[in-house]
Nanobody
Framework: EVQLVESGGDLVQAGGSLRLSCAAS????????PGWFRQAPGKEREPIAC????????HYADSVEGRFTISRDSAKNTVYLQMNSLKPEDTTVYYC?????????????????????WGQGTQVTVSS
């Protein structure tokens, strides 16, 4: 059974940092590529970070570029999202996800429909 278990969400002050983790199991880790999304109440799911395992490239939403970094550790079967310079508007639920067959982050790779499995979400709250 495919499982993505997230952790690391917390309450943090504006300007602070968090690292979200997504522990993966039940599939061949290196055959899937990861992404991170967030979704606020009443809003559409927003793609924020994508990693291509084909060429190693990354892509970020304009709202987080320069502040967030997606990475993965194959030895630990874990995906990370390093979040720096956090702002109150970053407050929401964050989700990790994995995709197959969509190799690149540009275009369809930066869309939720490209992904097959999702984590349960972890809450990030940034106080002003």
């Amino acid at each position: 059974e495919v499982q993505l278990v997230e952790s690391g969400g917390d309450l943090v002050q504006a300007g602070g940092s968090l690292r979200l983790s997504c522990a993966a199991s039940g599939f061949t880790f290196d055959e899937y590529a990861p992404g991170w999304f967030r979704q606020a109440p009443g809003k559409e799911r927003e793609p924020i970070a994508c990693l291509s395992i084909t060429d190693g490239s990354t892509h970020y939403a304009d709202s987080v570029e320069g502040r967030f970094t997606i990475s993965r550790d194959s030895a630990k079967n874990t995906v990370y999202l390093q979040m720096n310079s956090l702002k109150p508007e970053d407050t929401t639920v964050y989700y990790c996800a994995i995709r197959k067959w969509t190799f690149y982050c540009s275009g369809y790779g930066f869309h939720d429909k490209a992904y097959q499995r999702w984590g349960q979400g972890t809450q990030v709250t940034v106080s002003s």
